[in-house]
């Protein structure tokens, strides 16, 4: 596949922004939640409830959506999958009963698992892989958008013309990126239907559905994923509430500390990224450039509790903040690390199966919060969690690659240690 240069800018534009798009879905119920608790009657349980069905739901579709992406190929499933989310988000703005409401976030969960595999491996085919983690890294930031704007835009959207708007808007937003995508894909074979990223010097055959569960390597990805993704679930659908309970804080007062977190976390991304890239390109091991990486974003995570005790207002976002950006740094590099060791045929599946892990890890958390918070526990036990999280994922991670050496055709494989 030749792209031009503005064909390629193009199609990673679109990419990015269904990022955000999917993000904003997923998070107007947590930005929203006093509101529409309010006025619906939710307990923490309930939404917890709610959040762990959404998880649920997206854990289990990520078993399958890595395979729909192989096999549709990234032209279609991206337009297919952001359709699909925002019918979904549009059901919301109907929803009045708690039955109502699980069923539009079973079915947003289930639709939005098309976004994760069909953005990698969008970006695996249309950048060399030298480059892939700075696109990872740019994805993974502008991503972060979504939730940095969600709480700006989405509580004066609700404010004029009520909580159920808010939802409306955003699935109005995603149906008019899917027709964008078509116009701006028109004409271009990706061949990922029929060819592996980078040309091999021999064929690679298709591998089973279930082969991917036999590799090391799926497994490292895979528990790394349930750890880390734990911690960036509760964040995303509890921080609204955190400042809350802390500060008193609600509607459009959410929304700077909250923008401010997450504006952390589209920095963590993009300096993640360009570390790595510029770490790769002076000569540094693919191995030690990554685990480093990984190493380095975990222990920045360890000071999270101290967020419960600092007593001010912005010790506590620059403690948050620091959180989310270090886990956006982690999700890069754990990203790259899927392109560096699956082969290009599996990297959908591989993806999915660590995206499967992740949103069981937000299911448990989201669900475990609620109960926690209705029985007065409180955050200490769940900020202790986090503080401790990503240090087991390395180590585990470590444990099944212990080493990874040049393979190939210039990709990186797993190189087996003793």
């Known amino acids: 596949m030749t792209l031009s240069p503005t064909r390629r800018h193009i199609l990673f534009a679109l990419v990015l922004s269904a990022s955000i798009l999917n993000l904003i879905d997923r998070q107007i119920i947590a930005v929203l939640k006093p509101e529409i608790a309010g006025e619906l009657g939710w307990t923490d349980n309930d939404y917890g409830t709610l959040a762990a069905w959404f998880q649920g739901a997206a854990a289990v579709a990520f078993l399958f959506t890595g395979w729909v992406v192989d096999r549709l190929g990234v032209k279609w499933a991206n337009p297919i999958g952001v359709a699909a989310w925002s019918l979904a988000a549009f059901a ?107 040309p091999l010097p021999s064929a690679v055959p298709p591998a089973a559905p279930g082969s991917i569960l036999k590799d090391r390597q799926t497994w490292a990805i895979a ?96 403690l948050l903040g620091l959180t989310i950006g270090a886990h956006q740094a982690f999700s890069t590099n754990l990203f790259a690390l899927i392109a560096d060791v699956t082969p290009p045929a599996k990297v959908g599946r591989v993806t999915s199966f660590g995206a499967f892990s992740g949103n069981l890890g937000g299911m448990l958390i989201a669900k475990i919060a609620g109960l926690l918070l209705t029985a007065g526990y ?12 990503y240090l087991v994922a390395i180590g585990w991670i470590q444990l099944l690659i212990p080493r990874m050496g040049p393979a190939e055709g210039g990709e990186t494989a797993l190189a087996m240690g003793h």
């Open 92 to 198: 919301h703005g109907w929803a009045r009963t708690m039955t109502e409401f699980i069923l539009c976030r079973v079915t947003l969960g289930a639709t939005e698992a098309m976004g994760t595999p069909a953005a990698i491996k969008t970006i695996a085919m249309i950048f060399p892989p030298a480059r892939r983690a700075t696109g990872f890294g740019i994805s993974n930031a502008v991503g972060s958008v979504g939730a940095i704007v969600t709480p700006l835009i989405i509580p004066a959207v609700a404010l004029l013309w009520g909580w159920r708007s808010a939802f409306l808007l955003g699935g109005a937003l995603g149906l008019l990126w899917a027709a964008a995508w078509l116009i701006a894909s028109r004409g271009v074979d990706f061949g990922d239907r029929k060819a592996p990223v980078a």
């Open 223 to 318: 528990i790394a994923k349930l750890l880390s993704d734990a911690t960036w679930w509760l964040m995303l659908f509890w921080m609204p509430d955190f400042f809350h309970r802390s500060f008193g804080l609600e509607g459009l007062a959410l929304g700077p500390p909250l923008a401010i977190a997450y504006g952390c976390g589209a920095a963590g991304s993009l300096i993640a990224g360009a570390i790595s890239t510029r770490l790769l390109e002076a000569g540094h091991s693919v191995g030690a450039v990554r685990k480093g990486s990984l190493l380095v974003s975990a222990l920045l995570v360890t000071p999270v509790p101290l967020a419960l005790y600092t007593g001010h207002y912005w010790m506590t976002v620059a």
């Open 378 to 389: 409180g955050y200490l036990p769940l900020f202790l969690f986090a503080a401790c999280s």
